[in-house]
Every structure is written in structure tokens, then in C-alpha cells.
């Protein structure tokens, strides 16, 4: 299935979709095809956000200037001290970057698909309610052409990178194959342990242990730069002073030097206040990596603990990815390799897979499988350990999912009935997409809350028309298919959504209280 790989990050956010060769390209407009679209929000005087080309990044308010989007839902906060709703800000973005992508592809004369697959950091792993959220906000908005964006799945970065890497390097086509990805992207910092098996026609990817830091990314080395800058103009000038203004154009100043410092050994700064004032001085990368050197080990630490595991399980590694925009600094290469060197009598190939891109990539390419019986999709095994913060955790068992379509309705782009899932043993409606809405569509997001591990799910539709009613009444339903669940957890907690394509073919999608993306079809 042809859809639009979507990375929102903290700091930048990059679309791709698969060519004609089936390989990912970006979808950006030619300007953000370098970093990705900046994910920085502003809030206007009159209330409104805007993002991308909507705002400059450079004299911006402090007071209206919002970053770290996902690091903000993972640990939710409904309005931080800015004013702005993080929920807000995230559907700004979304919106501006998906529609960006689709009227480009538009312009040179593709086909531009409805259907998304969003990606999440690991820490939301221990916050299930961001990934609902994430995929209840794409799933509300709609494209250009006024048709809703359709939320095929949400899977985890750092599986997205694996992905994208496995199927990358096609002329590796063992039989099996295992990687540790290392992400350090802008806001967080995930690693994941996840193996390929290559079977017949038949390939699996199976991600054995997540580890997260929610609050370490590049924009915390940026800050460190910014200290280090703020630190030069006071030696030359004890009485400076940095207003709103100033302090936007020195953050500005810390990102440019940030990149410039992962290939030179020193690079100038220049800097001239709102007061007209100005200041020269040079930045070394010994002292930048001096200030982020316990940073960077905290990192290793947590990658630590994912090569341990990968020892305890007997997995033989054949590759560390590095990915994500931070990556690319020196310091966590050399951090990387030391710890390599001194694990391992052999030496394993450590390698950088595209900083900025291999989420999204991942994550379209990924979308390309999901096609019914051919979808094999991640498998989560139990972990011994998968931490958050510091938190120890269990992942739970891999749930199996069977089931069947039938439809004998005719085919339309628009639902004459409202379509449901109903809880077969209750009765009971637990999610609804109403009539009248143009196809492919997607529910808002309920929760569900199973009585016992075994259920079975009836997709249905109301006999009547129900326009204004907010569920489908009991009996007043035509069952379409039947889907058996089995391995849920009696009185846990599941995010559900429905979606119904153009051809009216159905799909369920369970989260469950650990992120695990569950789908019916």
C-alpha cells in the first residue's frame, strides 16, 4: 500500500512516499528537503499557530515559541507556559507538513495517497495515550482535496529505522539478520534491539527490547551551545543583557554552529544584539563536547542495557545503526565505537543510516506491506528490561489476530450508514464512523475495555439512517464480518479506532496500555 511516511519530531518533521521503483523519495517542497520542515510553533496575537513557512524562527517572542512537540506528550501537559495546547500544536504541524507534501506531489503530476503511517519515539511506549492521541489528531484532518488523511498505523522510530535499513541494504539478504539502532534525534533519545528473518516469501521483523530517554535530544546540546556563546559575550561584556530577540537569534546561532562543529574542529561566531552591539569569538568542538560529554554517556548507558540484552537472548549482532540528526556529532561516534571495542572480541560494523530521513523512509516502506495476508508486521517478544526515564518494565507477549472480510455492499465514496465495531457478548458499540462521510475514513479514537482475554468483534453498520445519533443502537445494526481476538487482557485498556477504505474493506486497530499497535482486518 502506497502511502505518506510521516516523522514528526521535535524539531523537524520529513514526509516521503514510495516511486514508481518502490523506493522512498522525499515528499517535502524543495526547501525542507535538506532538514526536514522546522516543527516550530508559534502563537500569533490573535490565538491562532502557525508553523513551516508561517513563521521566521529568528525574532520570535519567547513567549509564543514552542518546540519539542512529542517530548511534551510524552510526559502529557495540556497547556504548557507558553499558552500553547501541545494537542494544538501537534495538529498544526501535521496539518502544514502532510498538506505541504500532498499539494507537491499534486503540482508534478502524482497521485498523491490519503493514507498515512505515523511514528512515535519509544518513550511513549510507557505513555500509550500520546500514540492514541498522535493517530486521533492525523486521523481528524483532512488533505487539499478535502478527503480525510486515513491513519494506516503508528509504529516506533527506532523500528522504522531498522526497517528502512534491513530493506536498504537488499544485497545483505541473509536469512536472518540482527542490528541495535542507536536514534539521538532532537528531542529524544530511543535504541532499539530488532532482528530480520528473511523466509521463503515470508519476511519478519521482530523487535526485541526498547530503551528511552524522553528528555535528552539535540536541542539539549543546542542549549549547551547557547550557554557557551551567552558565557564568551560575558567575558568580553559583563553588563550584556539578552532580550526575547536575542535570546531567539542566539539559539538560531547554536544550531548553525552545532552542524558546522560535527565537521570542523572550531568554527566563528558573530553576534549582534538588539542593542546594536556585537561580538566575535571562536567555538572549539573540544569545549562543546566537553559541556554534552555527560549527556552523551547517558545515552550510552541506556545503549548499554540493549547490548546486554542482546547477549542474554544469544543474538549475534551484525551491525549498530546510528541514526537520527544528533548522530552525526563526533563525540557519539567515538562514544559508540569505545563501547563496541571493549563489548566485542570481533569487530561489528557501526554504521551512520540516514540522520534525518530513515523514520520516514521507514515508515513508507513499511506502509508497503500492509496488504492484507501478506502483512507480517513487527512482533514484540518480551524484554527483560525496557526503560523510560529510568523505569523498568515487561513487555507483554505478542497477541494473535484472525479474522475475515466479507462485504456484498456496493461500492461508494461516500458511507449511506453509519459503520461501527460492536463488542459481540454485550452488544455494545465501540466506535463509530457516521454517515455521510467521504471514504477512506477513520473513527475517533474510543477507549475499550475487554471483560476477558477472548472477544469477538463484529463490524457492522446501522440499518437506518442515523445522522445525529452517537452510537449505533443495540439490534439496530447489520453485522458485515466477524474478528476473533484472542491474548487481550481482561479489564486492561485499548485505544480503538475503524477504518473503512474505498472498497469498504474494514480495519480494527487496538493499542493497548504498552503501545503495542494491534490490527484486525
Known amino acids: 500500500m502506497r502511502a505518506l511516511g510521516c516523522d514528526i519530531g521535535n524539531g523537524f518533521a520529513f514526509v516521503s512516499v514510495l516511486n514508481e521503483d518502490g523506493d522512498p523519495i522525499s515528499a517535502l517542497p524543495p526547501e525542507w528537503n535538506g532538514r526536514g520542515m522546522p516543527t516550530v510553533v508559534q502563537k500569533m496575537r490573535d490565538g491562532t499557530l502557525q508553523t513551516g513557512r508561517g513563521i521566521s524562527r529568528q525574532f520570535v517572542n519567547r513567549g509564543t ?185 542566539l539559539l538560531e546561532e547554536a544550531i548553525q554552529a552545532k552542524h558546522e562543529l560535527s565537521i570542523e574542529d572550531e568554527v566563528d561566531v558573530f553576534i549582534m544584539l538588539s542593542n546594536g552591539k556585537t561580538y566575535e569569538f571562536v567555538v572549539s568542538r573540544d569545549e562543546f563536547q566537553e559541556r554534552i560529554e555527560s549527556l552523551v554517556a547517558t545515552t550510552i548507558s541506556e545503549f548499554t542495557k540493549v547490548l546486554d540484552e542482546a547477549q542474554k537472548k544469544g543474538l549475534a549482532l551484525d551491525y549498530i545503526v546510528l541514526s537520527g540528526g544528533s548522530s552525526r556529532i563526533p563525540l557519539v561516534e567515538q562514544k559508540v565505537g569505545e563501547l563496541v571495542r571493549q563489548r566485542y572480541h570481533e569487530p561489528i560494523e557501526i554504521i551512520a543510516h540516514r540522520p534525518i530521513e530513515a523514520v520516514s523512509y521507514g515508515a513508507t516502506r513499511y506502509a508497503s506491506f500492509l496488504d492484507g495476508s501478506k502483512y507480517m508486521g513487527f512482533t514484540y517478544t518480551t524484554a527483560s528490561n525496557c526503560s523510560h526515564l529510568g523505569r523498568m518494565r515487561k513487555l507483554y507477549e505478542p497477541l494473535t489476530i484472525s479474522g475475515a472480510y466479507v462485504c456484498d455492499e456496493s461500492f461508494t465514496y461516500v458511507l449511506d450508514r453509519s459503520w461501527g465495531i460492536v463488542d459481540e457478548q454485550t452488544g455494545d458499540l465501540i466506535v463509530k464512523i457516521r454517515e455521510n462521510s467521504y471514504l477512506p475514513a477513520t473513527s475517533k479514537t474510543f477507549w475499550y475495555r475487554p471483560n476477558q482475554s477472548h472477544v469477538n468483534l463484529v463490524v457492522a453498520f446501522a440499518k437506518d439512517s442515523d445522522t445525529r445519533a452517537e452510537r449505533i443502537v443495540k439490534g439496530g445494526y447489520k453485522e458485515i464480518a466477524h474478528l476473533k481476538c484472542d491474548g487481550l487482557h481482561a479489564g486492561g485498556e485499548y485505544a480503538a479506532t475503524l477504518s473503512v477504505d474505498r472498497k469498504r474493506v474494514a480495519r480494527i486497530t487496538l493499542i493497548d496500555e504498552n503501545g503495542h499497535v494491534l490490527r484486525m482486518e
Open 65 to 249: 515559541f514552542y518546540r519539542a512537540i512529542k517530548r511534551t506528550l510524552a510526559n502529557y501537559v495540556r497547556v504548557e507556559e507558553s499558552g500553547v495546547d501541545p494537542i494544538k500544536a501537534y495538529e498544526c504541524v501535521a496539518q502544514t507538513v502532510l498538506d505541504s507534501s500532498f499539494e507537491r506531489l499534486w503540482k508534478r503530476g502524482d497521485n498523491p495517497p490519503h493514507e498515512v503511517l505515523l511514528t512515535y519515539p519509544a518513550a511513549f511506549l510507557s505513555a500509550p495515550r500520546s500514540i492514541s492521541l498522535i493517530t486521533e489528531t492525523v486521523a481528524n484532518l483532512r488533505a487539499p482535496d478535502g478527503k480525510p488523511y486515513v491513519v494506516l498505523d503508528a509504529i516506533p522510530e527506532p523500528a522504522a529505522i531498522a526497517f528502512d535499513f534491513f530493506l536498504q541494504n537488499k544485497k545483505n539478504e541473509k536469512e536472518s539478520s540482527c542490528v541495535a539502532v542507536y536514534d539521538l534525534g532532537h528531542g529524544t533519545f530511543d535504541v532499539a534491539l530488532v532482528s530480520y528473518e528473511n523466509k521463503e516469501d515470508t519476511r519478519n521483523w521482530i523487535i526485541h527490547n526498547y530503551g528511552c530517554l524522553g528528555n535528552i535530544g539535540g536541542m539539549d546540546f543546542e542549549d549547551k551551545l547557547v550557554e557557551i556563546i551567552k558565557h564568551k559575550i560575558s567575558e568580553q561584556d559583563r553588563t550584556a543583557y539578552f532580550n526575547n530577540a536575542d535570546e531567539s537569534m
